[in-house]
């Protein structure tokens, strides 16, 4: 099995983002998946700029030379992709919504109704897919309530849906700046190994395990505590004692 995992954090490797996804990726390598991991802050990018050169000039081609012409491969050919991105303002990254965009060329310009039966209209895929393709998010972010994510969540489902994906899930951390508090170090570590697991059943079962899913999206904190939390910190931060 061939895993993409896509992190769009700004931070990279050194975000929270990452933190959840790389022990998620080495659980699937122990059943023997092969994963890799692009990190959209590492490589050069430029926005669509909208031409749609890709679909009638050099069809399949964009105009822009930069490092994402062999990402479309990868993305084609992938057996599971994971987009990891943290939640900025209730959606995905700059960075990630341009890799995004960047998939056209993957695409044909026709429009046809969806055979999922939303009736729904989409663009072809561009090279068909001989096997099919699986979708995972994985997102964190700051606010302590799972809710924030329900826009992010309804893009990448709809996103999926509309290219013939099979969208199997998220995990996700709201107030994922806990995982680096040294107080939370016992709970973090104890989440990293809950995430090796439940890579591992992801391949091995094809979902995620359900009770495994509850432990990892439990709350360490009440929302209050970590409001409070926070404000301390911000409040020393800024040098105002109140
Ligand atoms: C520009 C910006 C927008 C953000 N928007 C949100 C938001 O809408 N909701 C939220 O809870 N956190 C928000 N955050 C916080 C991040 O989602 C959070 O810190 C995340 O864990 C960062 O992940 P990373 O370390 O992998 O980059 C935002 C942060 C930035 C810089």
């Not at 930069?66 to 990891?84: G, H, Q, T």
């Not at 059943?201 to 009440?222: N, R, V």
């Amino acid at each position: 099995m061939n895993i993409l995992a896509i992190n769009g954090s700004p931070h990279g490797n050194l975000g929270n983002t990452d933190l959840i996804l790389q022990p998620l990726l080495r659980g699937m390598e122990s059943t023997g998946a092969k994963t890799e991991t692009i990190y959209l802050n590492k490589i050069n990018i430029k926005h669509c700029i909208g031409c749609f050169n890709c679909w009638f000039k050099t069809p399949g081609k964009c105009i822009h030379h930069d490092d994402m012409a062999p990402l479309l491969e990868k993305k084609r050919s992938a057996d599971l992709i994971i987009y990891a991105t943290p939640l900025y303002v209730f959606s995905t990254t700059g960075l990630m919504k341009v890799f995004l965009d960047r998939g056209i060329p993957n695409l044909m310009p026709f429009f046809e109704e969806n055979s999922d039966g939303s009736k729904l209209t989409k663009h072809p895929e561009r090279y068909p897919r001989t096997a099919p393709q699986k979708m995972l998010l994985v997102s964190s972010c700051g606010f302590p309530e799972e809710k924030h994510f329900a826009p992010l969540i309804q893009t990448f489902k709809h996103a999926a849906e509309e290219n013939g994906t099979e969208y199997i899930g998220e995990i996700l951390k709201p107030a994922a700046w806990l995982l680096k508090e040294e107080d939370m170090c016992e709970k973090a570590n104890a989440y990293y190994a809950d995430l090796y697991t439940a890579g591992k059943y992801l391949i091995t079962q094809g979902k995620i395990d359900a009770e495994l899913l509850k432990k990892l999206h439990q709350s360490w904190l009440s929302d209050h505590e970590i409001r409070a939390m926070v404000n301390k910190e911000f409040h020393s931060m800024l040098n105002d004692k109140r």
